[in-house]
């Protein structure tokens, strides 16, 4: 299983090298540089101040050179600055880094919550009136735009009740973790709910798949009741492809949750890898995008991981 | 009980959103604390390096320039005592070693300028400044403006005489010489290029050395907000607020949320609400917030390219900007909070001209300019030459811009009329700017907006040799290809004309080539929309690029 481990790794890495390569390439094709932006809405600046910067900030030299320098330079610890903040790409992740994985952990383990019983539940009544509620339910919420729903909790929460704040990470000048707290509460919610309904019905699906097998037959055939059979029999087996959706997931969670980050004025990973292609700041965006590509990857290691505790059948081999 | 009562709570807030009016914004007692919300977060704090209109607001509480515009457009000294003039004897043309006409301009430090720790603001640190801004490794964004200074002569600590390389009729104005705190600053600029990157403005953002306005910043997160709080050095009238906290929300919706939910007390106009979310928050009809449209120098206009031979004909232009009636466009999709567009002179500058020839909206006369070109309408209206190919226009500008999209239609309708075959194709902000305008690559028109200041010779925009092309590695801004030497003779003389009344004369006469020629056909001035509390007294919104926070120790809170 080490072996197996050791090249699961191996190979992971060699996927972020090969990344790496094609970010930057990619970033390097777009149209455009972030001078020019600041050129057009700059009255005083000339265009010999233009040339200036876009040699200060080496915009315009050839792809591959510029790379080179750049995995050199990695490669021995230093992921530069970033070109938007002036700012260490380290100490420039480092804020949105901890915001996201507040925002996304917390997210992800109240829609699990409410969405693994309530997908149990849905099985064990499948085809009954409480199965067709949840699945209209789980189909409402997967259905509803993050963006609208941002909006209608911000408008109900926050300027019709004004229970919570409408935006941001912290009260400026306040702070402290129930503070924190309280910022977090919309924005979770608002992902919670988009994330529930998927996992209910993945849950429900796999719960379903599980029921059907003869293990189960043969249980309930020697007295065992519906609830010990699900959990005691079936809740394993039925986690297995879940787990798998959630190890794929796992990378979404610094980079899929712009436009609520956006909505709630939150700066996390999502808004800065916008950010940080948007504005042509290569070490920033690279940085973030090979954390977003190793997080997926350990995701997926950590699912294949997860697959042999939950089900004995499967080992690496 | 209670949860039918929290139900119903909920019901009422939803009906409330949806309603478009929300509860009352609960009476504070005491404003000692300003909160005001803007749409993007400043990149960095070196007033130098990077420009961005978020940065220039949240600056103008801190720092002072030595010269600017005031809400009049009349330039004024900040950070000096007197504003040089040759009238005062404190400007004096000079010839430079080359023979060439320079400019000697002595300006006096205020004697009581300090930096937050005490440290008083002399001429060491308007030298720094100077070897920062002109070293072309440092990335300051206006470097030009330095290298512009030839030397420095410094007379005591708190005067100094600048020798500029060029006489032009702003010579006094330094409005981008914003000083840095020598003491403090030094150390990092001991390698130019790490500058940028070393600076304390980046890694020490709080610290009260770097600022000497009403203000200092005392807390930062970046992305969210930023806190000011009174300096004790600073000089002039005391601030009324305790706290300002610039809070930064991008997306429209969410602002407008913070707005009424108390989040934020105001949006500011320089970089807060596009115009067509302050036209929608008016219609809230909330009592709480006053709504200013402060008309300003952004200037919308469609760009032709002037090789394309049917654009290259001024007659087309002149029968394209007459056919599309801007007053009307102002007033219904705008509500009239916008200006039309003569030039690329604005009406409250003072070398505007009334007199300047104008485009009223008249079809018949638009069409008549078109036959003239020889763009007849066929049995079915549509236009065509000569040689029966039909007369078709694309319009380009940013994609997702609500305004330019609105307008955008209403010209396609308009020029439909005139039997003229108009389509669209938009592109995102970077692609539009940093590829097709800035190569010169649309077909016919691009539209957007050119950003001046007040009496702003437009060279880069419109001078012959300012054109964008491969040759010159797409420098220059020229990106309709616009060549006239007369054009570039008037651009040149007003530029070193001292005398302002003969410079009215100049600038009367660009603007007669200007609305002759139609380089550009302007549309409107767009209005910055402020979003005040009624309690808030004291703002005055400029109009120009220097924001109104350059004067926040007139805001005052009064009920």
């Known amino acids: ?317 | 009980m209670g949860w039918r009562r929290r139900i119903g709570g909920l019901l009422v807030a939803l009906a409330v959103a949806v309603g478009g009016t929300t509860l009352p914004q609960t009476a504070r007692a005491a404003h000692d604390t300003l909160t005001i919300g803007i749409s993007q977060f400043p990149s960095n704090f070196n007033p130098l390096i990077n420009s961005m209109v978020a940065k220039a607001y949240a600056l103008g509480m801190v720092v002072r320039p030595f010269t600017t515009f005031d809400k009049d457009w009349k330039a004024v000294c900040m950070l000096c005592t007197e504003l040089p003039t040759m009238e005062n004897g404190k400007a004096v043309a000079e010839t430079q070693p080359d023979g060439k006409p320079g400019v000697a301009i002595t300006y006096t430090i205020r004697p009581d300028a300090k930096w937050g720790d005490g440290t008083p603001v002399t001429t060491d640190d308007v030298v720094f400044t100077w070897n920062v801004g002109k070293d072309p490794k440092s990335g300051v964004n206006n470097g030009e403006a330095f290298r512009r200074i030839r030397a420095i002569d410094v007379k005591d600590a708190q005067t100094f005489t600048l020798h500029v390389n060029k006489l032009t009729f702003d010579y006094n104005l330094i409005n981008d010489f914003q000083v840095l705190p020598a003491h403090l600053e030094k150390k990092a600029f001991e390698d130019p290029a790490e500058y940028k990157n070393r600076s304390l403005y980046e890694t020490d953002t709080t610290n009260p050395g770097l600022y000497y306005g009403p203000y200092r910043i005392t807390q930062v997160e970046r992305g969210q907000f930023i806190v000011f709080e009174p300096n004790p050095t600073w000089w002039g009238a005391k601030p009324h607020f305790q706290k300002v906290v610039i809070k930064a929300v991008e997306a429209t919706p969410a602002l407008e949320a913070n707005l009424l939910s108390g989040g934020v007390d105001m949006i500011a106009g320089e970089v807060g609400f596009t115009l067509d979310a302050a036209l929608a928050f008016e219609t809230r009809k909330r009592p709480e917030w006053t709504v200013i449209y402060k008309p300003g120098l952004s200037f919308e206009q469609l760009s032709p390219n002037l090789d394309n031979p049917i654009l290259a004909d001024k007659r087309v232009r002149q029968a394209l900007l007459y056919g599309l009636d801007r007053a009307t466009l102002i007033q219904q999709v705008f509500q009239g909070k916008q200006i039309v567009a003569d030039t690329m002179v604005n009406p409250l500058d003072w070398c505007y001209d009334a007199n300047v020839k104008k485009y009223p909206y008249d079809p018949a006369k638009a069409a008549a300019l078109l036959d003239e070109a020889g763009w007849k309408a066929g049995a079915d209206g549509e236009r065509l030459n000569a040689a029966g190919k039909p007369l078709a226009i694309e319009l380009m500008t940013t994609a997702g811009n609500r305004n330019r999209e609105v307008t955008e239609l209403v010209v396609q309708q308009a020029w439909k009329r005139l039997g003229i075959n108009v389509t669209l194709r938009n592109q995102p902000a970077r692609t539009f700017f940093g590829e097709t305008v800035l190569k010169h690559a649309f077909p016919d028109f691009a539209m957007f907006a050119w950003f001046s200041a007040p009496e702003n010779v437009p060279r880069e925009i419109l001078y012959s040799d300012m054109v964008p092309t491969a040759a010159n590695n797409f420098s220059g801004e020229n990106s309709g290809g616009y060549r006239n030497p007369e054009m570039d003779k008037l651009l040149d003389a007003i530029e070193v004309e001292l005398d302002k009344t003969k410079r009215g004369v100049l600038w009367k006469q660009f603007q007669e080539l200007f609305a002759e020629d139609l380089p550009m056909l302007p549309i409107t001035y767009r209005s910055d929309p402020f979003v005040l509390p009624t309690w808030l007294k004291g703002v005055e919104p400029t109009g120009h690029q220097y924001p109104t926070t350059l004067w926040i120790e007139n805001w005052r809170a009064e009920e």
């Open chain 1, 1 to 317: 299983m080490s072996r197996r481990l050791v090249l699961r790794l191996i190979q992971a890495i060699l996927v972020l090298f090969v990344l790496s390569f094609v970010v930057y390439g990619l970033i390097g094709l777009m149209p455009g540089d972030p001078i020019d932006m600041m050129a057009a809405g700059s009255p005083t600046m000339t265009a010999a101040d233009v040339a200036q910067l876009k040699a200060v900030y080496g915009v315009g030299q050839p792809l591959l050179p510029r790379y080179l320098h750049w995995l050199r330079a990695a490669l021995s610890g230093d992921l530069g600055f970033s070109r938007l903040t002036g700012l260490p790409v380290i100490r420039t992740l480092g804020p949105p880094l901890g915001h996201t994985l507040a925002l996304m952990l917390t997210s992800l383990v109240v829609a699990q919550i409410f969405a693994l019983p309530l997908g149990m539940i849905a099985a064990l009544r499948e085809r009954r009136p409480l199965d067709h509620g949840l699945n209209f339910v789980a189909f409402a919420t997967m259905s509803l735009p993050t963006f609208w729903l941002a909006l209608v909790l911000i408008m109900i929460f926050a300027v019709g009740l004004r229970w919570l704040p409408a935006s941001g990470v912290e009260t400026p000048g306040g702070g402290g973790l129930i503070d924190r707290i309280h910022h977090l509460v919309l924005p979770v919610a608002a992902l919670a709910v988009a994330s529930f309904g998927h996992y209910l019905r993945y849950m429900r699906a796999a719960m379903i798949g599980a029921l059907r097998a003869d293990w189960v037959r043969t249980a309930r055939a020697k007295g065992a009741s519906w609830t010990r059979v699900a959990i005691h029999h079936t809740l394993r087996n039925a986690l297995v492809p879940v787990v798998t959706v959630l190890g794929l997931d796992f990378g979404t969670l610094f980079s899929g949750v712009v436009v609520t980050e956006t909505v709630f004025g939150y700066p996390g990973m999502g808004k800065l890898i916008y950010d940080a292609v948007a504005g042509n700041d290569y070490n920033l965006a690279i940085a973030a995008l090979m954390l977003a590509t190793a997080t997926t990857l350990v995701g997926s290691i950590l699912a294949d991981l997860a697959y042999a505790a939950l089900d004995p059948r499967v080992r690496f081999a």
